[in-house]
């Protein structure tokens, strides 16, 4: 059997991933993807420590069900907005949507 | 399953009924061209829901205590109720020119629906859900006008900052769920007294990581200053009628959920969390006021005002007492909900006659024009500045104390909680500068061509007669506070 170590690492690497992706990238899609992986590497964390730690109850189980469902809801809304973004500036690069300033 | 317990939540309840109602008279209607009764049906149903929300309620465990209410949470869902009364009485012409009413409606009713389920959960896995259901319909209110390009900015930044911080949040619950087996507030407070009493540092490490990391993802929500950087695009992007309804209703929910979950399941962690508090509070009020001083424009200006408030509303969670921390908090809210209101409307009012501007230079002189105008938004100035006959001095007075009680000064922490305090003082004499720069603006600066008279929509006067007697009234009579600590 795998140990949790190995998924904690794993989950542990696609979070800051995410999170250096979402700092660095300029463009909006590309913020959007490296947001997914922030999540799913909480789905991970809840299902690995619901299989090898909690093994009796399943509520990690559910909790990673849900925050799939909802992601998937934020993403769409996302979407529709970058894509209204899109109209107003022909364009999805952050630097584009820099108009309102200090 | 027992379907009964749907029954027991009654705000949400009538909240879904209004959610309902409005979307088949919206869908009716599709064809008037004109539908100018939306907005006083929505109004009547909002007033009835924070009718409701007053009403007596045995505190309620519905679902195995997934659904926990106690009267705190029934106080501050009558808050937040009674603010979207306000919003949407005073979003009237701004709504009916949009075009879209039944839908801002709808949106406003799921928002705050996710609000009542946030403040009432018991669970983690709730405490999500409504989060969720608040911020996603949150990001398509930012977005509302359409054709503007800063309202689409603004959204953008909104959604991904949302999307982001619910993704660090979900990440330090994790860690909370790996280090205590259970979402269930009350089984994770009574796991973790044990880990932290064993003192064994490689079990520590596990929930303090889950808390840091969901206080930055809560922090983003309320815009407390490290995680503030999407707040003043957003408000000053988003439809003038949503900035008010986000810097009070979804911030006052947020804080409220941030106090409970600190003081009721982190309850053995508290040194760690104080620690974490003190930091975040300071640096909010202070950066967001040094910030305020040097806005040209209305909203901008008023989104580091928000944020200054959001450090003091939040300075009430560094006292150690449960019940004044908490009417403290909501008291706060309340009077903070009429004042910035106040503001709100007026900016609106002013910004559908000047063509969609809203700079500060515009108010020259307004005084000469609209004089009743001014002497409003002078009141709602000086009662978020705190100045003394004012609702927002008390409200002050009851957060400070609030945040030095029960500290000796003698140990390190109670000398530390005092000095914040003091800052946070120190900070309201700042605040005022600002706020009266507003005040110069509209009576002492002198400008050839002021705006011209206009007169407001009746909901609109209606909107600012009930924020003017809450400014007035809430601080002097002292059965509000009464009400408030008694349900504590």
Redesign the interface.
């Known amino acids: 059997m795998i140990q949790i170590e190995y998924f904690f690492i794993l989950?542990g690497l696609l979070?800051f991933i995410?999170?250096f992706g979402?700092v660095t990238r300029r463009n909006?899609i590309a913020?959007?993807i490296s947001?997914e992986l922030?999540?799913n590497?909480?789905d991970l964390?809840?299902a690995a420590?619901?299989r090898l730690?909690?093994p009796d109850?399943s509520?990690?189980m559910?909790?990673t069900l849900?925050?799939i469902g909802?992601?998937a809801?934020?993403?769409a809304?996302?979407l529709?907005?970058?894509i209204?973004?899109y109209?107003?500036?022909h364009s999805d690069q952050v630097n584009s949507?820099e108009?309102?300033k200090? | 399953m027992n379907y009964t317990d749907f029954l027991k939540m009654i705000p949400e309840a009538v909240l879904t009924a209004i959610l309902v109602i409005t979307f088949i008279c919206d869908f009716a209607s599709a064809r008037q061209t004109e539908r100018k009764w939306m907005n006083p049906l929505v109004s009547v149903m909002f007033a009835a829901l924070t009718v409701v929300c007053l009403l007596p309620m045995a505190p309620v465990h519905a679902f195995g205590d997934m659904y926990v209410t106690s009267s705190a949470v029934n106080v501050i869902k009558a808050i937040l109720a009674f603010g979207s009364l306000i919003v949407v009485l005073q979003s009237r012409s701004w709504a009916e020119a949009s075009g879209k009413e039944g839908e801002f409606y709808m949106l406003l009713t799921s928002t705050l629906l996710g609000m009542f389920v946030m403040v009432s959960a018991g669970n983690f896995l709730m405490f999500f859900l409504g989060l969720e259901m608040a911020s996603v319909p949150l990001a398509t209110m930012v977005a509302f006008d359409m054709k503007r390009n800063e309202s689409a900015e603004g959204a953008a930044k909104f959604i991904l900052t949302a999307t982001f911080s619910s993704g660090v949040m979900l990440y330090g619950i994790s860690f909370i769920y790996g280090a205590c087996g259970t979402l269930y507030f009350d089984d994770v407070r009574h796991t973790l007294m044990t880990v932290i009493a064993s003192g064994d540092l490689t079990k520590v490490f596990l929930p303090v990581m889950g808390l840091v990391f969901f206080f930055s993802g809560l922090g983003f929500k309320i815009s407390l200053v490290p995680f503030h950087f999407w707040t003043a695009d957003t408000y000053q992007g988003a439809p003038t009628t949503v900035t008010g309804y986000l810097s009070v209703i979804s911030k006052g929910a947020a804080a409220f959920t941030l106090l409970s979950i600190l003081f009721n399941v982190f309850t053995p962690m508290d040194r760690y969390w104080h620690v974490l508090l003190m930091i975040v509070v300071v640096l909010s009020i202070t950066v967001a006021n040094l910030f305020a001083i040097r806005q040209g424009e209305l909203k901008r200006f008023m989104a580091f005002s928000s944020i200054s408030q959001a450090g003091y509303i939040m300075l009430a969670a560094i006292g150690d007492k449960w019940p004044t921390s908490v009417s403290a908090l909501s008291y706060y809210i309340l009077v903070y909900v009429v004042a910035n209101m106040a503001v709100f409307s007026i900016i609106s009012v002013v910004e559908q006659n000047n063509g969609g501007k809203t700079d500060i230079d515009d108010y020259n002189g307004f005084y000469q024009t609209n004089p009743k105008l001014s002497f409003l938004m002078t009141l709602a100035m000086f009662s978020l500045g705190g100045i003394p006959p004012f609702a927002g001095m008390f409200s002050k007075f009851f957060v400070f104390m609030a945040g030095v009680d029960g500290s000796d000064i003698h140990t390190t922490m109670g000398a530390w909680s005092y000095a914040v305090v003091f800052i946070a003082l120190l900070n309201t004499v700042i605040s005022l500068y600002y706020y009266l720069k507003i005040v110069k603006a509209m009576y002492i600066k002198h400008n050839d061509n002021p705006l011209p008279t206009f007169n407001s929509d009746n909901n609109t006067k209606f909107a600012l007669a009930l924020c003017t007697t809450g400014i007035l009234l809430f601080g002097i009579c002292s059965y509000v506070y009464d009400w408030i600590s008694m349900a504590a």
């Open positions: 989950s979070f995410g999170v979402f909006l913020m959007l947001i922030v999540l590497s909480v964390n809840f420590f619901n730690l909690f109850g509520e990690g559910f909790f849900f925050s909802i992601s809801a934020e993403t809304v996302a529709a907005i970058i209204n973004v109209r107003h500036f949507i108009n309102m200090w």
